[in-house]
């Protein structure tokens, strides 16, 4: 299915309006939150911007889920404001050279370039934590290693005795970007499959993208640089590759795109391993997570309202997969212990159930035979707008006419009867008749 329309996307925010009202009595309003921890201690204003720039690099991964407005900060941010959580520690070091290296030019007329060379090394260790309403509880854990350097350009024939100033620069402009990989690698890892082309000519780069993340994905704008020393010449190459669509969790795709010879100024550039560059933006407003929580939403008296004509204005735009997961979450709803008649079905959850119409049919047909009543019911009044077409579920409103629950055994007769069906079971038309 097609990303939704502007106005599709405004129409189901709108109605989520009323929601966050609910949500500032106790339930979360966002989706994630980044809660970052560093041990280092150059300076203050350097420990300062490292965790800005955590934050930032990490929210640049979660695109769609973190909140815009959100400010960098070293403060952890309010419990149960957002559903999920994830928790940066980084733990490393970042160590700039005593002394200016000379970075030889690919061209001969080009000058050189004096820099200093500040070398990151460490762990990220990363926690996805979900809100259940008094707390964090973890959902996922992973950890991350990196060995990262960075080039400081500084004037020629720096002296000694300036070299502390710029060694501290150096430092201060080493930015955290491995944080990214650490996160992208596990939600989202990007493979390369190929590379054809001759050497210094227009090369095919073909990519795998895995979405192992909790949240379908909308969008990706996506780089990979690498170089190829096997040439005479030695090249470095880069492509853009972008994704657009909906690839939900567990789904993986493939992107083709055109790579170019990249141009670099210095000989170090070609030693640089292959990059992968991601830019991904997630929906959770689209795929099973949101069904799941919208039909959560639907067991609370405060919240059943909003979430009933949020899924009912949606129905129209689901997948396949989302209706039958919004079917299996629906029918759970239709349990009672006890029902004494059609009216004891909740009837949100049966027009519902109505709507989505035959995806929801074999969910119906197990519950035709499932230990609740309720559910044996509910599943049996539904089945009278929905058409019987499946041997199955025909078979199991028959043996429903025998149910120990009366009302269970009249809305199966009804089901039966509005489909066309006959309430016993024709003879076998191959079977030999008995010449008695």
């Not at 966002?30 to 204003?45: I, M, S, W």
């Not at 980084?90 to 050279?97: D, F, I, L, Q």
């Not at 992973?142 to 501290?168: E, L, N, Y």
Request: proline share 7%; aromatic share 6%.
């Amino acid at each position: 299915m097609g990303s939704l329309g502007w106005r599709a996307v405004l129409m189901v925010a709108s109605l989520a309006v009323p929601a966050v009202a609910v949500a500032q009595r106790g339930r979360p309003v966002a989706e994630v939150d980044v809660v970052v921890k560093t041990n280092l201690q150059t300076t203050p204003e350097h420990t300062k911007m490292y965790v800005s720039t955590l934050q930032r690099y990490a929210r640049m991964c979660l695109a769609g889920l973190t909140s815009r407005s959100a400010a960098a900060t070293s403060d952890p941010p309010q419990d149960g404001v957002a559903r999920y959580r994830l928790t940066v520690v980084h733990a490393g070091s970042v160590a700039a050279g005593n002394r200016a290296e000379i970075g030889r030019p690919m061209e001969r007329s080009s000058p050189s370039v004096h820099y200093l060379l500040t070398r990151q090394k460490g762990k990220f260790e990363f926690e996805l934590s979900r809100w259940t309403g008094t707390a964090y509880t973890s959902a996922d854990k992973w950890t991350s290693s990196f060995a990262t350097t960075h080039q400081t350009v500084v004037p020629p024939g720096v002296t000694r005795s300036d070299i502390s100033k710029w060694r501290k620069t150096a430092i201060m402009r080493t930015y955290p970007e491995a944080v990214k990989d650490g996160i992208l690698n596990h939600i989202l890892p990007i493979r390369v499959v190929r590379t054809v082309g001759p050497p210094g000519g227009e090369q095919n780069v073909v990519l795998a993208v895995t979405n192992q993340a909790l949240w379908p994905l909308k969008a990706a704008r996506i780089g990979i640089t690498w170089s190829d020393p096997r040439p005479r010449q030695a090249y470095r190459y880069h492509a853009d590759l972008n994704y657009s669509g909906l690839l939900m969790p567990g789904e993986k795709t493939t992107l083709q795109g055109k790579a170019k010879v990249w141009n670099i100024s210095y000989y170090y550039e070609l030693a640089m391993p292959t990059q992968i560059t991601a830019m991904p933006t997630f929906d959770p407003l689209r795929g099973p997570v949101w069904v799941r929580r919208h039909v959560g939403l639907m067991k609370e008296a405060g919240t059943r309202p909003v979430a009933v004509r949020l899924i009912e204005r949606s129905l129209g735009r689901l997948t396949p997969l989302e209706m039958k997961v919004a079917a299996e979450a629906l029918i759970e709803l239709l349990a009672h212990d006890a029902p004494q008649s059609e009216a004891d079905v909740p009837q949100d959850a049966r027009r519902l159930l109505e709507q989505i119409g035959q995806p929801a049919a074999p969910f119906l047909a197990d519950a035709l035979a499932h230990d609740n009543p309720g559910m044996r019911l509910g599943a049996a009044c539904v089945f009278q707008k929905i058409k019987v077409t499946d041997p199955t579920a025909i078979d199991r409103l028959r043996a429903a006419l025998k149910d120990a629950c009366e009302p269970v055994r009249a809305a199966a007769a009804k089901a039966l009867e509005a489909s066309g069906v006959k309430a016993e079971a024709e003879p076998d038309a191959t079977q030999q008749q008995d010449p008695k």
